[in-house]
C-alpha cells in the first residue's frame, strides 16, 4: 500500500511559478507520477520519476517549464512549475505506479489532488 498527499496548489498570474509536493508513505518502491485534469478534459500524463530519480519523462506541453524531483529521505516527490500559462489550470495529482508507465490506468495509487489555477 502507498498513500499518496499532495500539496502545493494555488491561484497564479502567467509567467508565474508554484511547486507541488506529493509527500508518500508506505511502499514507496514505485515510480511516481503527475497528472493534471482540467474540467470537461481527460486526465493527462504530466511528468514522472523512477524510485532512484534517474529517469525522468515530460509532457511536450509542460517540457522546458516544469521539473519533477524526488528526495527518498523524506518520501517525496516534487514538481516545480515554471512560466505557468493559463491552459495549466486544472487539478494535479501525484500517483504512484511499478513501472514507467504514461497512462493514468497504469497507476496504483493516487492522491486526493491538488488545484492550480493560472490566471490571465
Known amino acids: 500500500q502507498v498513500q499518496l498527499v499532495e500539496s502545493g496548489g494555488g491561484l497564479v498570474q502567467a509567467g508565474g511559478s508554484l511547486r507541488l509536493s506529493c509527500a508518500a508513505s508506505?511502499?514507496?518502491?514505485?515510480?511516481i507520477g503527475w497528472f493534471r485534469q482540467a474540467p470537461g478534459r481527460e486526465r493527462e500524463f504530466v511528468a514522472h520519476?523512477?524510485?532512484?530519480?534517474?529517469?525522468?519523462n515530460y509532457a511536450d506541453a509542460v517540457k522546458g517549464r516544469f521539473t519533477i524531483s524526488r528526495d527518498n529521505a523524506k518520501n517525496t516527490v516534487s514538481l516545480q512549475m515554471n512560466s505557468l500559462k493559463p491552459e495549466d489550470t486544472a487539478v494535479y495529482y501525484c500517483a504512484a505506479a511499478r513501472g514507467l508507465y504514461f497512462l493514468h490506468s497504469d497507476y496504483d495509487y493516487w492522491g486526493q489532488g491538488t488545484q492550480v489555477t493560472v490566471s490571465s
Open positions: 508506505g511502499r514507496t518502491f514505485y515510480t
Open positions: 520519476v523512477t524510485w532512484s530519480g534517474s529517469s525522468t
